[in-house]
């Protein structure tokens, strides 16, 4: 069974400018999830999708960052525009619906450097 | 905020001995999640505890949960260098399901 999909892994870019990650969940999962883990911490959730609907954005700033997952399948993660403090890992998640204790399971994430 | 606090953050440990990690919350948990990280990849999740008291087994991975359901321990024994790595602790949120970590302890065991 193919795991989640995240590109690019990598991605180094000036202040100010703009940049977009992709998520491609696992085939039947209706949830996922994008997370900013800054070097040192653990994951924080920025937002949730149940199918292409929005469940928990709490933790999202939305000033700069904005996502969407049309179709309720694949993801995109946008930050524009970007700050130094926005350098982190963005993991992308995705697990089943329904169980209060569902197993997630997480890409390999695309490691941001604002420069 | 209902924050999860790790310790210790870091351990360095020789091939072949114990240690053991907690997880420790002012709140109560209804579930508690471990996950073990690599470099460069996700969390992958090592096991789930729900009842207060519940141990459970994973090889040479032992779990518990605090009876009171507001702490967590991971205790490894024989440490081998492939248990490497970053170990988060996990609940789930309030409302919708989206995972809490705490800020996780950095594992090495050298050979």
């Known amino acids: 069974e193919a795991g989640v999909a995240q590109s690019p892994r990598y991605k180094i870019i000036e202040k100010r400018q703009s940049v977009a990650f992709w998520c491609n969940p696992i085939s039947g999962h209706a949830t996922l999830y994008w997370y900013q883990q800054i070097l040192g911490q653990g994951p924080k959730l920025l937002i949730q999708?149940?199918?292409?609907?929005?469940?928990?954005d709490s933790q999202l700033p939305k000033d700069r960052f904005s996502a969407e997952r049309l179709k309720g399948v694949d993801s995109t993660l946008k930050i524009q525009p970007a700050k130094l403090e926005d350098s982190a890992v963005y993991l992308c998640?995705?697990?089943?619906?329904?169980?209060?204790?569902?197993?997630?399971?997480f890409g390999q994430g695309t490691r941001l450097t604002v420069v | 905020t209902q924050l999860l606090e790790q310790s210790p953050q870091f351990l360095s440990i020789q091939e072949g001995e114990n240690l053991t990690v907690y997880c420790n919350s002012s709140s109560v948990f209804s579930s508690l999640q471990w996950y073990r990280q690599e470099p460069g990849e996700g969390p992958v999740l090592l096991v789930t505890v729900v009842t207060g008291g519940e141990v459970k087994k994973l090889k040479r991975l032992t779990f518990q949960f605090g009876d009171a359901r507001k702490d967590s321990s991971l205790h490894i024994t024989a440490a081998q260098p492939g248990d490497t790595g970053l170990y988060l602790c996990?609940?789930?949120?309030?409302?919708?399901?989206?995972?809490?970590f705490g800020k996780g302890t950095h594992l090495i065991i050298q050979p």
């Open positions: 996990a609940r789930k949120g309030g409302g919708a399901d989206g995972l809490t």
């Open positions: 998640a995705s697990s089943l619906w329904g169980a209060r204790n569902t197993e997630a399971f």
């Open positions: 999708f149940q199918n292409n609907g929005v469940v928990d």
